[in-house]
């Protein structure tokens, strides 16, 4: 009991605030309940086919292949088929954690593991593609290469910054994952 209070403390005091929101602010009472059931319904909607997914690619892709094509030993190939993972994506950012850590547990490398939430975060295709059309090719093609350029960046400092035991911690947990 006192380990299940624990894990979902957050939660629990999330859910505190909210009511004594509701209670102070009683003028926004119907704004704040139409809010939290809209991203309820939208997550509803979105978190299963991702699921599915994840399930389906942990079953389907053996371990050696993935590490063959995203692992340590890659190469060039590593990064760019993360990225265009992370690209093709459909959905929220909060569906690529869990896409992530089924990826570590196939083996794919830290280094493509950043690079795919980078793209997952930023580059996604139809966003591009509105881009285009709404702001020009010269503006959305140049925000594109400024992202590409920033992901790089970005997954060499975190993978310099964060000590060797917490990437382990990291994938180790993501072995448990069934």
Partial sequence: MNKTLKRYSGVIIAAIAFIAFLLIFPLWRDKA???IAFQTTTMLLVIPPIFILLGLLDVWVPRQQMIKYMGAGAGAKGPVLAFLLGSFAAGPLYGAFPFAAILMKKGASFMNILVFIGAWSTTKIPMLLFEIAALGPRFALSRLAIDIVGIIII?????????KKEIERLYAEAALID
Avoid at 155 to 163: E, Q, S, T, Y
């Fill in 33 to 35: 309940l139409a809010s």
């Fill in 155 to 163: 997954a060499f400092a975190i993978k310099a910054l964060l000590p």
